[in-house]
Structure formats: C-alpha cells, structure tokens
C-alpha cells in the first residue's frame, strides 16, 4: 500500500514537472515574439506610444509659440511703421521722445506743411544713430499734426534741379538736410541747426562727431517761421560798441519775429517797429539819438511801441540814457547787487549769481512759473517816479549792493538794507484811448547769454519771450526745447513708483515664476 501511493506520487509529481516546463516554454514564445513584431513594427508603436503623444503636444505649441511671435512682430512692426508715437521710449534722455510742448504745437497747427529731408531714408538713417533718431522724431511729428504735416525724401544728388526753386539757401556747402516750408514760405535747416557736434573733431578730421540733436526744436521753429504771415518787426540799435546780442536775436528770429539792425547815427527806427532794443552799448547814446527813440516811443500821441534797455556790467558814464530812463520813472545804479541768502545762490563761490523773484507782471502764460530766473552781476533798478514805473523781477531782503568805490574796509554787511532789490523793472505811458508805450530795463546783460538761456533749469528765456509775447499781442509762447543727448545708456525712471514696480516683477515675480514652474514640472516629471 506505501510502495502504490509512492509511485502515484512520482507520476504525479512529474506530470507537474513536465506541466511546468510547457509553461516556461509558453511564456519564453509569447517573450520572443514581441520583441520580433516589436523590431518591425516599433516606431509605429512608438507613435501610439504615451511618451510620443506628449512629445507631439509639445513640439505643436512650440511651433505655434514660434508663429504667434513672428505674426506678433510683423503686425506691431506695421503698427508702428503706421503709428510711430506707439514706440516706448525708456531711454535716460527720452532721446526718441516728443517733447510735451511739441505735441501741443503740431496738433494744433491749421495749415499744411511739408518737411523735405535731402536724402533718402535709408541713407539718412545709416549716417548714424542720431540720425536715426532724428527720422523717428520726425516721423512722430507728422503722426501727431493729424494730416497736416507730410514728411518726403528726396535724394539731392538724382534732383539737383530741388537747388533751383529754393535759391535762397547757399548751396555752396553740403550741409543742407532738410527743407520746412508752407505755401510760398520755406526754411532751409542745415547740419548746424540740427545736430551740435564736435566743431575740434570736424576741423580735424573732416567729420561730423554729433554729441546732440536739436532737430525737434529747429524742426518746430521752423515750422513756426514759415506758418506765421506777419511777422512782429524788432529794431536791434547799433553802433554803441554793444555786448554781442546774437543770442537774444537768435531767440527772437526763433519765435518768429523780424529782427533788424538798425544804426541810429545814419537813420531811424521803422515805422511799423513794435520793438526797440539797446543791448549792452559801452558809450552812451548823444543827445540826437535819445531824442529819435523818445520820437519814435511816442509816436505822435499813439503809443504802442516797446523800448528794452539792457546795460553793460561796467559802471559806465551815460547821462543822455540815464535822462531817458528818468521820463519813464527808472535809475539804474552803479555797483552790483550780491545775495546772502544761500537758497538763492546757484554756486556757493558766487554772491553775484543768483534766482530772483517774480512780480505780478508777466508771469501769467509762462510755461512754469516755478522755474527761477537767474541774474548774474547784475545792476540795481531804482523806480524813481512809481506813479510811472513798477519792478518786474526782485531779490530777496538778504540781498546788498557793492559799491564801486569799495575799499578794503567795506563789510557787505553794510550792502544790505533788509528790502527787495530790483533787478528789473518797467515804466509805462498810456493815452485816453488805453494804448501805452513801455520801457523796459532788465539790469544785468549776462542773463540773455546763450551759455544761460540753454539751461532748462533757469526761466530766463522763457521769461523774456513770454513778455515779448505779451507785449506784441501774441497767443503763441516761445518755444523753448531741450536737445536729446544718447550718450546715457540708463533707463530713463526716475520717479519712486515706477522704479518699485519694475523692481517687484523683474527682480521678484519672474525669477519666483520661473522657479515654481521648474519645480512642477520636474515634480510632475518624476512622478510618471
């Protein structure tokens, strides 16, 4: 009975044996024949793979990442060819910025102008980056005159005829860029009037080094010559041994008005003369002379005209000017007016360089009354008749007067006499019919200098424009525009908010953003 249930139990075990050696055998041919169909078949299986959907998903978006940023760049790049104002500017200077004062002139002109630049644009672009600048400016002018402004190129050497219409300008030098003109009157602005260069570098190397660009504000005078019919005529009287008045004269021919020099040995104010001015003479005016500009202020009972009298810093003798300025309630003084008080100073190795205040007079149309004028060694203005004359501009009660005959013994503590000093000042006629003639005396020459009136920082220009202005019966204030420097390489922020703003995304959200995506993605990754 043992020996039987062991056999049945070999057989048995050996049925399994051979069971289990089928199945080894089974599964090693099932094992086999994937990886033979997997070898002719295995980048189809691999299409219909996970791994392979997701690849595909993600090289689509790329590619459709990649069309969206070009079609992206093509319709902004038409944009802007269309819109030049819709280009950001974040340069230090706003280099490729209009000026606000811009903007509001050329919305607002009436009449149709042309800007012909003597070149063709991609010439005029490749001169260099000013120049590139220069034609985005322009460009944002014609933008901004809603249709009044058309800007052309011409290349000068495949129309040399162009010479001809406009024989005004000297074509002798090759320095004529552009041409601004409305209807019959034209303007011609050459290298000079647009760009301030490095005159040593030219001299030397025969090239232009441009260090700044003023054709924003060449392009706007000239726009305002060309648009303005009648032009306020103003007679520079000469023959004195006067200061230089090219800056003032600038000035004036800048704002459209007519400046003439006028000998008064030889001849006479003009008639049609609004303006008369007597700029720095060193010698005093005889006797026939005083008696010709008295004449021509009165003009017969009429009035209507404006004398401006600027003296020279040195003390000289005038009695026949001093007799003149005496009929309109003025004296102007010897000696120079010094400020104590050090908020007043524009350098602290100066008491003679210094902001002075305004009046009630003139200051209503001045872009921003709260920038200062500022006078240097300037002349005290004493109202002799203040039933005739007023002050326009005064110093502090810190201010003193140094006296010429000073020794080494003066203190200036002895100068000061605690009231305001006038530093300018006016005298007015009037008749029954409300038209007057005005004197004007402003006591210090170095004010109106070029090396002054650039400075933004200071009113000086935008002051004497918007008196000239008034008196001519003008509504159009001087135009007074900074020239665009691209030498800084900064971002042109300065106010607190922007910078923290810009701070906070770039420095915090971004980086931030990018480290949380990454950690997703690696997490999402490795969890697969």
């Given at each position: 009975m043992s020996e039987l249930k062991k056999d049945t139990v070999a057989e048995n075990t050996a049925e399994v044996k051979t069971k289990t050696d089928d199945d080894k055998a089974a599964k090693t041919e099932k094992t086999e024949k994937p990886k033979k169909d997997k070898k002719k078949g295995g980048f189809k299986n691999f299409l219909k793979s996970r791994k392979a959907r997701h690849g595909s998903i993600a090289a689509a978006i790329v590619a459709i990442v990649i069309a969206l940023v070009i079609v992206l760049n093509i319709v902004v790049s038409l944009l802007v060819g269309r819109f030049p104002n819709m280009v950001l500017d974040f340069t230090k200077e706003s280099s490729f910025a209009l000026e606000n004062d811009t903007i509001d002139y050329v919305s607002h002109i009436d009449k149709d102008i042309t800007i012909t630049v003597l070149t063709t644009e991609e010439k005029f672009e490749g001169s260099g980056a000013y120049y590139i600048q220069a034609n985005k400016l322009l460009e944002k002018m014609e933008s901004a005159s809603n249709g009044k402004i058309k800007l052309n190129y011409i290349d000068l050497s495949s129309n040399p005829s162009i010479s001809q219409k406009y024989a005004d300008a000297d074509w002798s030098k090759n320095s004529n860029m552009m041409i601004v003109e409305c209807g019959d009157q034209y303007r011609v602005l050459t290298i000079d009037d647009c760009f301030?260069?490095?005159?040593?570098?030219?001299?030397?190397?025969?090239?232009?080094?441009?260090?700044?660009?003023?054709?924003?504000?060449?392009?706007?005078?000239?726009?305002?010559?060309?648009?303005?019919?009648?032009?306020?005529?103003?007679?520079?009287?000469?023959?004195?041994?006067?200061?230089?008045?090219?800056?003032?004269?600038?000035?004036?021919?800048?704002?459209?008005?007519?400046?003439?020099?006028?000998?008064?040995?030889?001849?006479?104010?003009?008639?049609?003369?609004?303006?008369?001015?007597?700029?720095?003479?060193?010698?005093?005016?005889d006797e026939s002379t005083v008696e010709k500009i008295s004449k021509w202020l009165d003009n017969d009972g009429k009035y209507g005209r404006n004398l401006i009298f600027i003296p020279t810093e040195n003390n000289v003798d005038t009695p026949n000017i001093d007799s003149l300025l005496n009929e309109w309630g003025m004296q102007v003084n010897p000696g120079y007016v010094y400020e104590t008080s050090t908020d007043r100073l524009v350098s602290n190795s100066s008491p003679y360089i210094f902001t002075v205040d305004y009046t009630d007079y003139y200051t209503t149309g001045l872009k921003n009354p709260n920038i200062p004028v500022v006078t240097l060694f300037a002349r005290s203005v004493t109202l002799s008749d203040s039933?005739?004359?007023?002050?326009?501009?005064?110093?502090?009660?810190?201010?003193?007067?140094?006296?010429?005959?000073?020794?080494?013994?003066?203190?200036?503590?002895?100068?000061?006499?605690?009231?305001?000093?006038?530093?300018?000042?006016?005298?007015?006629?009037?008749?029954?019919?409300n038209a007057s003639s005005k004197v004007v005396v402003f006591g210090s020459y170095s004010m109106f200098t070029s090396d002054i009136m650039s400075y933004n920082s200071f009113n000086n220009s935008g002051y004497f424009m918007n008196m000239i202005n008034t008196?001519?019966?003008?509504?159009?204030?001087?135009?007074?525009?900074?020239?665009?420097?691209?030498?800084?390489?900064?971002?042109?922020?300065?106010?607190?908010?922007?910078?923290?703003?810009?701070?906070?995304?770039?420095?915090?959200?971004?980086?931030?953003?990018?480290?949380?995506?990454?950690?997703?993605?690696?997490?999402?990754?490795?969890?697969?």
């Amino acid at each position: 009975m043992s020996e039987l249930k062991k056999d049945t139990v070999a057989e048995n075990t050996a049925e399994v044996k051979t069971k289990t050696d089928d199945d080894k055998a089974a599964k090693t041919e099932k094992t086999e024949k994937p990886k033979k169909d997997k070898k002719k078949g295995g980048f189809k299986n691999f299409l219909k793979s996970r791994k392979a959907r997701h690849g595909s998903i993600a090289a689509a978006i790329v590619a459709i990442v990649i069309a969206l940023v070009i079609v992206l760049n093509i319709v902004v790049s038409l944009l802007v060819g269309r819109f030049p104002n819709m280009v950001l500017d974040f340069t230090k200077e706003s280099s490729f910025a209009l000026e606000n004062d811009t903007i509001d002139y050329v919305s607002h002109i009436d009449k149709d102008i042309t800007i012909t630049v003597l070149t063709t644009e991609e010439k005029f672009e490749g001169s260099g980056a000013y120049y590139i600048q220069a034609n985005k400016l322009l460009e944002k002018m014609e933008s901004a005159s809603n249709g009044k402004i058309k800007l052309n190129y011409i290349d000068l050497s495949s129309n040399p005829s162009i010479s001809q219409k406009y024989a005004d300008a000297d074509w002798s030098k090759n320095s004529n860029m552009m041409i601004v003109e409305c209807g019959d009157q034209y303007r011609v602005l050459t290298i000079d009037d647009c760009f301030e260069y490095d005159k040593d570098y030219y001299s030397q190397y025969g090239t232009y080094y441009v260090t700044s660009s003023l054709v924003e504000q060449a392009v706007v005078t000239a726009i305002l010559n060309v648009t303005t019919e009648d032009k306020v005529v103003v007679d520079m009287i000469t023959g004195n041994q006067e200061q230089d008045s090219t800056a003032i004269k600038t000035l004036l021919q800048n704002n459209a008005y007519q400046v003439n020099d006028v000998s008064l040995a030889t001849g006479d104010l003009d008639e049609d003369a609004k303006f008369a001015i007597l700029y720095a003479p060193s010698v005093d005016l005889d006797e026939s002379t005083v008696e010709k500009i008295s004449k021509w202020l009165d003009n017969d009972g009429k009035y209507g005209r404006n004398l401006i009298f600027i003296p020279t810093e040195n003390n000289v003798d005038t009695p026949n000017i001093d007799s003149l300025l005496n009929e309109w309630g003025m004296q102007v003084n010897p000696g120079y007016v010094y400020e104590t008080s050090t908020d007043r100073l524009v350098s602290n190795s100066s008491p003679y360089i210094f902001t002075v205040d305004y009046t009630d007079y003139y200051t209503t149309g001045l872009k921003n009354p709260n920038i200062p004028v500022v006078t240097l060694f300037a002349r005290s203005v004493t109202l002799s008749d203040s039933s005739v004359s007023h002050a326009l501009l005064t110093t502090s009660t810190s201010a003193g007067i140094y006296p010429t005959d000073a020794d080494d013994t003066w203190n200036y503590k002895n100068g000061i006499t605690g009231e305001n000093i006038n530093v300018a000042a006016e005298g007015v006629k009037s008749n029954t019919d409300n038209a007057s003639s005005k004197v004007v005396v402003f006591g210090s020459y170095s004010m109106f200098t070029s090396d002054i009136m650039s400075y933004n920082s200071f009113n000086n220009s935008g002051y004497f424009m918007n008196m000239i202005n008034t008196l001519a019966d003008k509504d159009d204030a001087g135009i007074t525009i900074e020239g665009k420097s691209m030498q800084n390489a900064e971002l042109g922020i300065t106010d607190a908010t922007t910078k923290n703003t810009l701070f906070v995304i770039f420095v915090i959200v971004v980086p931030v953003a990018v480290l949380v995506t990454g950690i997703v993605m690696w997490l999402r990754r490795r969890n697969k």
